[in-house]
């Protein structure tokens, strides 16, 4: 197999979206694919190659519909001016959807059916929101005959399709306590503000000139549901979310966010014939099912598949990124891969950086490698719970690439 | 809750309170009518025993629109923006108010009756249930949330489309858009609304999620809105030259559409008032009332018209063909008449051409077409067959004696009550009559070219005509879906004289050294289809120099022959006809005729005239000043004397701007004194053309108007 690296990574700030008063999301008045199209033209210029040496765009969402449609990848490319060689599609793994766009730009590389593949993510909360507003929109339109026939009744498919109530379910089967999350919860917020604050996501995060409802115009470029007063304290006085007794809360649960994220992928050869110091080496990935009304349980078979595809201990990872869909969800693959919770997240994770659903696997993985280049250490993880019941894992390697 | 409403009737079923709006003929929205909606509305919400709302009207309509009569007496915006802003709490209060609302939509929804429907949380339209926003066609936009709801349940460009163009969907296209969230079969309507209620008591539905004001997922993005904005703004204002209210549209998009829709409210009622108050606004409304009352002479009110249930053509030319076209689509059986087969022949191959467009365009289909033509027409050579038929029409050679021998061939062979109509477009009717026995019954109906798609038929009276044959004569011009108006015989009858007037000042302008570009240009500018150059080309340069010699043998001084007009029909450039008039047509665009303006410079060359200056508000003054006063001349003469009638005449057959009015109401803006001040200082300058009209003269001194209103 070729060898592929992580040559590129660039993203907007995550806004915080608002399906109902959209004029408090900093991207409210900008569609996704605007922000795409601003991207990707930077992340190519950054990573010091030509538009026209792309030769594959894979770009994830996990709400491809409405102004989210994509013509099967092409309309980003075309608004971002980009050359028509550039072949595209448009992949759709719920919260796992960019994640699995780098197991694939993965995949078409390892074969050599590609030399260098980008890959996108984006997600607007506030435009096309998730759940029960897009269903009665008629944008989404699962069976009926899932929720009324009883041959489909062990789907317990209304938990399976409201993420709030698998969190619950999930956090039922473990010994985690309440206490536990919301403190994690806290402590996400504090490590971001940190990272923030120390200039981390600077090098990441492309700021955008963006139309505010007011009419006035902001240069975005911070995480906007960051929060610097978040405590354990206060968030232990938050109301559940989604059941009356239940434990799962806004302050504990990821927020809605809007962004766009994307990354290039190349041969390691070609990183070194270029000069391009890549970010990190892909050495494997994992994908995984599990029981839908506990989708939060995907990412611990999915990092067992990964890890011993690379014949890889869990102690053998320096770093973990596992995507706070919840709390519960980090939590819970702590304690079933045993790991040392000060190497997860380390930069705060998505209760506080956010979650743009498609978008957020490219982050997931961009600031993994960051992670790993700053602070030195050789293996890292990237996995997400995904709706539906499935987990996404990758697992990437810094080298020295002395070249 | 109180049941005993004027104009809703209130019933109750298993929770549900079924408000069925009645307020005849159309169910327009009234001061009276929204008072007791509201206060039905109220009592509802208020009531414990109703869970969710019905709203649904009367026979084939929802709402209709609102009283614009109502709307044409408003003076000043402080007026009228606390009424707007009650009328939006209300419809607000439906939007956000506590219980679904389900709008049973069960035929015309227009207006303020879709800005209604829109702040309903569910929408059913019964199949044949028309929905638009025609505000625009009366100079006006959309008052009470339009602007901001249509776009956020169907996306800006197709809302743009609809409010700009004022064009209705149906309900399938609705649905389409997602402007409703069902079509049923209208014996279906209340049995579906009464299914949605089910599904917001269940939970199905989250009425709440479908408040319109909180349905932000349509809504463009700040750059997709200005690329949009741009291009709208750009066509419009090539389109809608001289209107207001499109561009108020654009407006109201421009600024409105944020994330709060009751503060864009605000935006859009300002914008509203700003039309309401225009002067293009109270003409369009005008013009709008005055069609709807055409032909609704006090001569013959009262008077029954007689049946016409079988139409006889004579000639099958291109007035004929087009005319068949009319009678054929409202049903008629139809005999058409020509002096031989092979005539009949062409004529239907025309017919069958008139029809060639909406089939293109899918509004017709083949097999219609074929089986009016097998079913309803009939053809012949034979006078002998025109026995049966009720009405005459003729459209044969426009010669005096062949029409006057048909007639009276007609007469020997037609029951005494059949009607003769001639669409002659010149001659003298009266004198076409008088070889009659019974000359009442003989009326015109002139058609304009094309006669399937012009509105206007001018209807004129001769002499003797009777009021039951007018009378009859108007019901069928309504039958035919044209626009009847009135007038008595006279050369050129209205539109023709009125239109040979309008134009008639460019040739005295051109005499006196003033560039034809610059009078073109000018009657362009003020709205014209046409300027006169271009005009006379289409029309004929020859057929004009005719008419003007008999205006000039009947009508007397005023209407003689200028000499340059002489000149010019003598090169034989008459027009398009002959490759060149005014213009010079071989190339791809028409450019001026050297040889005619080659004439032109002539004549000025030897009467000593320079070049001359002059504006175009000068040369719109100078024209329109002409025409107001021939207008009135008519009026003397007796051609007509209903200024309504004369406006919509020109507005319909002529393409006069609408946004102005018409002619009379052109006049009335400007001034009588003001334009009797101008006629003498124009006749001092050109003669006796300009000579005032007595009429004008005491209505300056009178300080009267033509309108009386």
Request: net charge neutral.
């Amino acid at each position: 197999m070729t060898e592929v690296v992580i040559a590129g990574y660039l993203r907007t700030a995550q806004s915080r979206s608002r399906p109902n008063d959209p004029s408090r999301d900093w991207f409210g008045k900008m569609r996704a694919d605007e922000l795409l199209a601003q991207l990707l033209p930077e992340v190519i210029k950054k990573t010091g190659i030509k538009p026209e040496e792309v030769e594959d765009f894979i770009v994830g969402s996990a709400m491809g519909v409405g102004e989210q449609w994509t013509y099967g990848g092409r309309t980003p490319i075309f608004m971002a001016n980009l050359p028509e060689t550039i072949s595209a599609k448009f992949i759709d793994q719920q919260c796992g959807s960019s994640l699995a766009g780098i197991q694939i730009g993965y995949m078409e590389i390892a074969q050599n059916f590609a030399d260098i593949v980008m890959i996108g993510g984006m997600e607007h909360m506030s435009r096309i929101p998730m759940g029960g507003i897009t269903a009665d929109r008629g944008f989404i339109a699962p069976n009926i005959s899932l929720f009324m026939d009883p041959k489909y009744k062990h789907w317990e498919i209304a938990t399976a399709i409201n993420m709030g109530l698998t969190a619950e379910k999930l956090f039922t089967q473990t010994d985690l306590t309440r206490e536990a999350l919301d403190q994690w919860g806290a402590q996400s917020h504090q490590r971001a503000v940190k990272a923030g604050t120390e200039g981390f996501f600077d090098e990441e995060i492309l700021p955008i000139n963006a139309k505010q409802a007011d009419g006035t115009t902001m240069t975005v470029k911070q995480d906007q549901a960051v929060r610097e007063d978040a405590t354990a304290e206060g968030m232990a006085g938050l109301k559940p979310a989604y059941t009356k007794k239940g434990v799962i809360t806004a302050g504990n649960s990821s927020p809605l966010n809007a962004a766009a994220t994307s990354m290039i992928l190349m041969s390691k050869e070609t990183a070194k014939k270029k000069g391009i110091k890549p970010l990190a080496t892909i050495r494997s990935i994992g994908f995984a099912g599990v029981d839908p009304t506990i989708m939060g349980a995907g990412p611990v078979p999915a990092s067992k598949k990964a890890l011993a595809s690379a014949r890889l201990q869990a102690s053998d990872i320096d770093y973990w990124e596992i995507n706070e869909a919840f709390c519960v969800v980090a939590l819970n693959c702590i304690k079933e891969l045993g790991l040392d919770p000060e190497r997860v997240n380390i930069m705060g994770g998505g209760v506080a950086i956010g979650h743009p659903l498609g978008a957020t696997g490219i982050r997931l993985a961009g600031t993994l490698a960051r992670i790993l280049n700053k602070k030195g250490g050789r293996y890292g993880c990237a996995n997400a719970c995904v709706g539906g019941g499935q987990g996404v894992a990758l697992i990437i390697e810094k080298e020295a690439y002395n070249w | 809750m109180k049941t005993d409403y004027q104009t809703i009737k209130v019933q109750f079923r298993d929770g549900l309170a079924i408000f069925t709006m009645n307020n005849p003929p159309v169910n327009q929205l009234s001061e009276n009518f929204v008072r007791e909606l509201a206060q039905a509305f109220e009592e509802a919400f208020r009531s414990d025993e109703i869970k969710a709302i019905i709203l649904t009207g009367t026979g084939n309509n929802f709402i209709a629109g609102a009283d614009i009569i109502q709307i044409k007496d408003v003076k000043t915006k402080a007026e009228l923006l606390p009424k707007i802003k009650e009328n939006n709490l209300f419809l607000n209060s439906i939007e956000t108010g506590p219980k679904p609302v389900i709008a049973a939509i069960n035929g015309t929804c227009l207006g303020g009756g879709l800005e209604l429907a829109m702040v309903c949380h569910y929408r059913i339209a019964a199949i044949g249930s028309n929905l638009g926003l025609p505000e625009v066609q009366l100079g006006l936009i959309p008052g009470a949330g339009g602007t901001q709801r249509l776009p956020r349940l169907i996306g800006l460009p197709n809302a743009l489309e609809m409010i700009t163009s004022g064009k209705a969907i149906n309900a399938k296209t609705a649905f389409s858009r997602g402007l409703v969230d069902e079509v049923v079969k209208p014996e279906k309507l209340l049995d579906a609304a009464t299914r949605a209620a089910g599904k917001f008591f269940n939970g199905q539905l989250d009425f709440k999620l479908r408040m319109t004001c909180n349905i932000q997922n349509r809504l463009p993005s700040a750059t997709e809105k200005d690329n949009l904005i741009n291009f709208t703004k750009v066509m419009t204002a090539a389109k809608a030259k001289g209107y207001l209210a499109p561009f108020k549209i654009i407006e109201a998009v421009e600024k409105g559409l944020g994330f709060d829709l009751h503060a864009d409210l605000q935006i859009e009622s300002d914008l509203f008032a700003d039309c309401v108050i225009s002067d293009i606004a109270k003409n369009l409304i005008g013009m709008f009332l005055n069609t709807r009352a055409a032909g609704r002479l006090p001569r013959i009110k009262g008077l029954k018209p007689a049946k016409i249930k079988k139409v006889a053509m004579l000639g099958g030319g291109v007035m004929g063909s087009g005319i068949i076209n009319l009678l054929l689509k409202a049903g008629y059986t139809t005999t058409l008449w020509e002096i031989n087969d092979e005539a009949l022949e062409k004529s239907v191959a025309a017919i069958r051409k008139t029809f060639a467009y909406p089939i293109k365009k899918k509004k017709m289909k083949q097999a219609a077409l074929e089986s009016m033509i097998e079913n309803q027409l009939k053809t012949t050579t034979s006078l002998d067959d025109l026995k049966e038929v009720d009405l005459i029409i003729e459209a044969v050679l426009e010669n005096m004696k062949i029409k006057q021998d048909i007639w009276k061939k007609l007469e020997g062979i037609c029951r005494s009550d059949v009607i003769f109509a001639t669409n002659t477009s010149a001659l003298p009717i009266t004198e076409m009559a008088s070889i009659l026995a019974d000359p009442g019954r003989m009326i015109g109906l002139h058609f304009f070219n094309p006669a399937e798609r012009m509105q206007l038929l001018e209807i004129i009276c001769a002499e003797k005509t009777t009021d039951q044959t007018l009378a009859t004569s108007v019901a069928f011009a309504r039958t035919i879906k044209k626009i009847p108006i009135i007038v008595n015989d006279g050369p050129g009858f209205y539109v023709s004289r009125q239109l040979g007037s309008l134009m008639a000042g460019a040739v005295v302008l051109l005499a006196d050294g003033v560039d034809s570009a610059v009078i073109e240009k000018a009657m362009l500018d003020f709205g014209m289809p046409m300027g006169p150059g271009i005009l006379a080309d289409l029309t004929g340069i020859d057929i004009n120099y005719h008419v003007n010699k008999t205006f000039e043998k009947k009508l007397g001084e005023r209407y003689k022959v200028h000499p340059l007009t002489e000149l010019i029909y003598q090169t034989g450039c008459y027009g398009r006809k002959t490759g060149s008039g005014y213009f010079d047509y071989s190339g791809a665009k028409p450019v001026p005729n050297s040889i005619v303006m080659g004439v032109i410079k002539k004549y000025q060359q030897d009467n000593g005239i320079k070049e001359k200056k002059m504006s175009k508000q000068e040369v719109i003054d100078f024209m329109l000043a002409n025409a107001i006063n021939d207008a009135a001349y008519m009026i003397e003469g007796g051609i007509c004397d209903r200024p309504q009638d004369m406006d919509l005449a020109m507005i319909y057959g002529t393409g006069f701007p609408p946004y102005r009015g018409g002619i009379l109401r052109y006049a009335d803006k400007w001034g009588i004194k003001n334009i009797y001040a101008k006629l003498i200082e124009f006749e001092k300058k050109y003669g006796v053309l300009l000579k005032p009209a007595d009429l004008i003269k005491n209505m300056a001194e009178a300080e009267k108007t033509f309108y009386q209103n």
